[in-house]
């Protein structure tokens, strides 16, 4: 692999963040961390942004007053500031109403519709704003949308569709074989399932909302939200517009998200690129939801965990920390909000943040801050965590960590070099602190990605081993 190109979803503006977009954000930012070291910077583009067209938003801005460009762009500034918050370090940040994106979706368009791939017909159905889709009457509970508990609107007009149908077969085997990657394996099978129900050709155009991008060959018609959305992927990485960007970058080596919209990156998208003529992403990896304190997170229950509230409280990286450490990512899972000051003072102020001050101050204290014996030997093997990461394991990786930590904590207990620099014994001193002092540089290389400023802190104050210094305190009790 010589690149990759990793992106998250581009968030819906009508809301504000919050710590789903905030969960997966932080997971595609470690990946995209730990392959900048791999491949180096510049073959790394990570990529997130924002969704600004369609009706949900142009209601939003009419509720708040504004135009329609002055609410998406207040809005995404907000997902901006969040992200430079949570020290998310992407590279580039998709905005769906930037001109260039609109260049590239209708040479995209444009190709499938001279390609024949696309047709006219009359679209009859209940649309639902919320979700921004069409809902069948199988779909509805009590004649409302079982997510918005709002009537969909029943509406008929002319649309454009898209010859789903004909890419189906195409797009299923490619994800059988794993040719396409559809993970973790339950979501494959969901997928694979979709399949199976049968799936039609679907509308990519709206003819009543004006607040999107043209059809090019029809502009009383914009393209469906969902399907140019989608297209971020392939204009911001240049497609139609910069050539040797695009051959650089696409396809992407990895789409990653939350599970309630796999359908449209795992079916819907395969097949448009397929038709475009495109090659289609390596890999797709949908997380699933969680609960917060056992219970759906709701304002009525008072139980929504606020991204900023948490960074004031514990810091950026103990918010990456205790988000990333709930359960395995990928599966559904609780975030068990109401213990994280528990686990914060545990893990990271009484765990890390005091093996690195007992080590370091124990340095200064008995070796004059010399790490002296210098025939150590790894005990741990780094090359199957940075596996992990790979893997999107970030919680079983991150426990590994932990018990390098109590491990490295454990030794110099046992060793009780205090008592051996009592009884004069200081070549034993030098080995245990020696070697505590290159497991903590081996924990402090996994965390570059997780927790970067806890790292770097780590790092930069064991970087000369004949001058090692005592860090600030990382993590204050809480
Ligand atoms: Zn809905």
Known sequence: MKKYYITTPIYYVNDVPHIGHAYTTIAADVLARHYRKKLGAENVRFMTGTDEHGKKNTEAAEKAGLEPQAFVDEQAE??????TNLNISYDVFARTTNPDHYASVSRFMQTLYEKGDIYEGNYKGL????????????????????????????????????????YLDDVRKLIETGEL????????????????????????????????????????????????????????AGFGLRDEEFEKWWPADLHLMAKDILKFHAVYWPALLAAAGLKLPKRIFAHGFFTVNGQKMSKTLGNVINPTDMIEQFGVDATRYLLLTQF????????QASRFVEKYNADLAGGLGNLVSRITSMV??????????????REY??????????????????????????????????????????AGKMKDVEKVLAEAVLRLRDIGTILESFMPDTSEAILTALADLEKITKPENLFDRK
């Open 364 to 377: 200064v204290r008995y070796t004059a801050g010399a790490v002296k014996d210098r025939r150590i030997t």
């Open 78 to 83: 907000k997902f901006e500031e969040i992200w």
């Open 181 to 236: 990657l559809v993970e973790p394996a339950s979501r494959k099978s969901e997928v694979l399932g979709l399949f199976k129900q049968g799936l039609e050709d679907f509308s990519v155009s709206r003819e009543s909302v004006a607040w999107g991008v043209p059809v090019p060959w029809d502009e009383k018609q914009t393209v469906y939200v969902w399907v140019e959305a989608l297209q971020n992927y392939t204009s911001f």
């Open 381 to 422: 093997n780094l090359g199957e965590l940075e596996q992990g990461i790979q893997n999107l394991q970030f919680s079983e990786v991150l426990e590994s960590v932990w018990a390098m930590i109590a491990e490295t904590n454990r030794k110099i207990n046992d060793h009780e070099p205090w008592k051996l620099a009592e």
């Open 328 to 335: 395995p990512f990928g599966q559904d899972g609780d975030i």
């Open 127 to 166: 649309y639902c704003v919320g979700c921004e889709k069409f809902l069948t009457e199988k779909e509805l509970v009590d004649g409302k949308c079982p997510d918005h508990r709002t009537v969909p609107q029943a509406f008929e007009e002319k649309n454009y569709f898209f010859r789903l149908t004909k």
